[in-house]
């Protein structure tokens, strides 16, 4: 007959040899989700792509705080055309991302960048932002952003989209 005492070891040593491999497993996960949110910056710094052509069609990207397009976005389609559409509108020199710190936990990437480009009517927009990015099969399905709201109000009410 096996005793209690022995029952509880084998458990544990079981347990013991799982959490190394699921260790292992989130780490490669994380890996891999920082390298594709890196792969996707470094081509929109490039100009030959960006993070929004990660976005699952059913994603959802809330803008924090209290700028003029702070909401929350139900898919894809409403953040690029809510935003994205009318801020590039607004552009005449598209923004150029840099990098400060990229982070990944679990299935979340955190990217803290500055952006700048030149607005329609001449004038220089630059921010920083941080991006809470949760990947699900290397697409994006949940985003969260902050940014310095005073710099994108005064593009939003200071050039209209064309």
Known sequence: MTSFSTLIATAGLAMAAFVPMAQAQNSADEANNKAIVQRSFDAWAAGTGSPYDLLAEDAIWTIAGNSLASKTYPS????????IQPFVARMSVGLKPVIREIHADGSTVIVHFDAAGTAKDGKPYINTYAWFLDLSGGKIVKATAFYDSVAFNDLWTRVQPE
Do not use: L, T
């Open 76 to 83: 894809r389609a409403a953040f690029i055309g809510e935003v």
